[in-house]
């Protein structure tokens, strides 16, 4: 049978044809450089300064939300992350013109069965928080904006309860940091949606005698 002819080693190319798919390689480039250029200035960081996007001071909008008392030592957890988050480590701000409420409830659920016993040997912590801000200065507290954020985490069952009991805890804090760090997120894009400073209280004008 006979082999297709193909190009000798020492057959010559077409002037030009080496070059060919070099050139074109270097076209692409020069257009994916153009294009990085141009999208570059597009580009701005979500808490920057600039006035563009979140407005002027995205982070002082945020420390500018007071967040309220929240029940439980999980609800304490919570509320103490998301004052760091918010503020920078600046405290929570007493009398801010906003005020932030929020629910938090926590479940459990089993993640892993032990075929022989038939006990749990790995659970999952689920933690959810519904929240709200409301005008400091609104007596009825009717909001101007709310969410919902949820973190997990999971634990090793043992048969300690002290041990699952501490684990348990430990996997609620973990699943609040999740919770508070989406509910800055969601307060962020509210403010950047709201494309203005937080309402201030209204001031009451004192009456000439």
Do not use: H
């Not at 076209?27 to 600039?50: E, K, T, W």
């Not at 022989?116 to 933690?127: A, F, K, T, Y």
């Amino acid at each position: 049978m006979s082999l297709p002819d193909t190009p000798s080693a020492g057959a010559a190319m077409a002037p030009g044809a080496s070059t060919r798919p070099r050139a074109r390689l270097l076209a692409r480039l020069a257009v994916v450089g153009l294009l990085s250029g141009a999208l570059a200035g597009c580009f701005q960081p979500l808490y920057a300064d600039n006035a563009t996007v979140g407005g002027p001071g995205l982070q002082e909008k945020l420390a500018d939300v007071e967040v309220m008392q929240i029940q439980g030592r999980l609800g304490n957890d919570l509320r103490n992350e998301l004052i760091y988050l918010l503020a920078g480590g600046a405290g929570n701000p007493k009398g801010a013109p906003l005020q932030l409420y929020i629910a938090v409830d926590t479940t459990a659920s089993t993640a892993l069965v032990n075929s022989s016993s038939g006990l749990p040997e790995n659970m999952i912590i689920r933690v959810s928080a519904n929240w709200r801000i409301v005008r400091s200065d609104d007596d009825k507290k009717k909001p101007v904006g709310g969410g919902t954020a949820v973190g997990t985490a999971s634990i090793d069952v043992s048969d300690q309860r002290f041990a699952n009991y501490s684990a348990k805890n430990d996997a609620e804090t973990r699943a609040s940091r999740e919770v508070a760090e989406q509910i800055k997120a969601q307060l962020a894009a509210y403010f950047i949606r709201l494309g203005k400073e937080p309402p201030k209280p209204e001031t009451t004008k004192a009456s000439g005698s």
